[in-house]
């Protein structure tokens, strides 16, 4: 079974910068086919779909909120997907969680069967 264990949370200044990093293991040998996606979801709002990236071809896509400021990278021999963040925000603030799924890109809650555990990313004004 797939599983994911992201990690990389902390504390930062605005304007400064945050790796995230997800650990993924139980793939197939047709993980080609998976997307992996990063969703955040702050206090009191709707879990938010803001990048994701597939594990064949390494496409990816970002949402509005973050194009620009966040990369979004994958090293398949470690199995690991990262997500880089610069200039952060104070409105970055909240619990980021890594996902996965078979489907094509995808930002989409509905569309990820598999979920990592959260990691806290705030970020001080």
């Known amino acids: 079974d797939v599983q994911l264990q992201a990690s990389g949370g902390g504390l930062v200044q605005a304007g400064g910068s945050l790796t995230l990093s997800c650990a993924a293991s139980?793939?197939?040998?047709?993980?080609?086919?998976?997307?992996m996606g990063w969703f955040r979801q702050a206090p009191g709002k709707e879990r938010e779909g803001i990048s994701c990236?597939?594990?064949?071809?390494?496409?990816?896509y970002y949402a509005d909120s973050v194009k620009g400021r966040f990369t979004i990278s994958i090293d398949n021999a470690r199995k690991m997907v990262y997500l880089q963040m610069n200039n952060l925000k104070p409105e970055d603030t909240a619990v980021y969680y890594c996902?996965?799924?078979?489907?094509?890109?995808?930002?989409?809650?509905?569309?990820?069967?598999?979920w990592g555990q959260g990691t806290q990313v705030t970020v001080s004004s």
């Open positions: 990236i597939r594990l064949g071809d390494g496409s990816s």
């Open positions: 996902a996965a799924t078979r489907r094509t890109l995808s930002t989409s809650t509905a569309d990820y069967v598999y």
């Open positions: 139980g793939f197939s040998d047709d993980d080609g086919d998976f997307t």
